[in-house]
């Protein structure tokens, strides 16, 4: 089999503005029509993701989105495993995301923690959790980031962790500010930490996006809302905790995550073999 | 085993990965599931686009493999890699052609089934994961007898289908939508 020739890439960058630039009303205005035409759908009998593919608000996603409906598919073994991680590949530090440099940086410190657990609640022990943030004036270390919101040369924004015997993690960073983007005129992301989780099963894991409390940009913002229910979108905020802020040091938030089944993931536990 | 109780707990929704994830994700030697030089090493490598036909550079995808022999790999090291410990896991970003490439080794599988690569893609502008699969092209049999495959149309079923290069690598494509859209998973 011979591979076409690939067209000539547009530039990375090139890509981060939607061509259209419409305003925020609009977007706004097609959000709530979204949220609204999937509750008919569901209240009609089908069977929608909870995020949702098609969710042309979101303007980058409108050339990227599967058209067709996924196929099920029993898993096989591979897919019921998933990669084995261990203290061998992430060390302690790594989940300090302010200590990686010479000095303090700038911000908010905070502590976020929270459990690992699969859909019947039983924590995921020895799982990888990354996560990757903007710094506190809402700027990305990434070069193609160029919105004019300082670095900070005391943060890079990237940690991992493993998850211990009861599902946790708990990372040490600085809350992110909100920042700008090109998806439509005057778009602003609520300010959120990227997670990436591997569950027991390759087929639980998952990459997601945490905000905070109270955000007033949420109702704005295509891709919090491309998750179509109110209440799955509110299982992406970290709730404060003031249990976890420590004295005159840093602010907590908790934030479980729970990975997706089948339900041939379900193993008897181990205790009753 | 017993039947499976109900869900007491429901999942935490996915998001994409942005733009932004490279300096999160990325680790020395991540697209080496196995040593360039390791006997029996090969390139998987495609070219991901979208519904125009065009590149994507901001993609990011996941293979996650048996042994050559079948065996379910459980060593640890995924993210530290020593050169010779077969972890069965590796991640490789596109290039800014929306080309990704891992060296790895062909997976097996248990006896008369088809082996496969479990692959996951990610990428800026898609709002969340897609599950695929890339078979071996070898084993006619056993891709007969595959369970998925069998339901499938024969367009449909190429996509699935990684094709051998005259290196001894495998070529497998990705096309999130339009003409000859890849075929993605549910569980």
Known sequence: MTTPPSPTAAAPESLLAAPDQASQSAITAEIVAAHAEAERRVAAGEQLPTTMY??????????????KNPRLVDPETIELLSPAFGQRDVAAIESDLTLQHTGEPLGERMTVEGRLLDSWGRPLRNQLVEIWQANAAGRYIHQRDQHPAPLDPNFTGAGRAITDDDGRYRFTTIKPGPYPWRNHVNAWRPAHIHFSIFGSSFTQRIITQMYFPSDPLFALDPIYNSIRSQKDRERLIGVYDHNLTSPEFSMGYRFDIVVDGPDATWFEPEEEN | MSAVPPRTHTPTPGQTV???FAFGLQYPDMNQVVHPHS??????GGTITDGNGAAIPDALVEIWQADSDGSIPRARGACRRDGHTFTGFGRAFTTDEGRYEFWTRDPGAEPGKAPFFAVIVYARGLPNKLHTRAYL???????????????LAPDERATLIASRTPEGGLHFDI??????ETVFLAY
Request: a negative charge; aromatic letters at 6%.
């Open chain 1, 54 to 67: 098609d969710f042309p608000a979101y303007r980058s996603s409108i050339l990227r989105h599967p058209t």
């Open chain 2, 18 to 20: 942005g733009p932004f």
């Open chain 2, 39 to 44: 006997p029996g090493s090969l390139v998987l």
């Open chain 2, 137 to 151: 092209p070898e084993d006619e049999a056993a891709l007969a007898a595959d369970p998925l495959l069998a339901g």
């Open chain 2, 175 to 180: 096309r999130l939508q339009g003409e000859k």
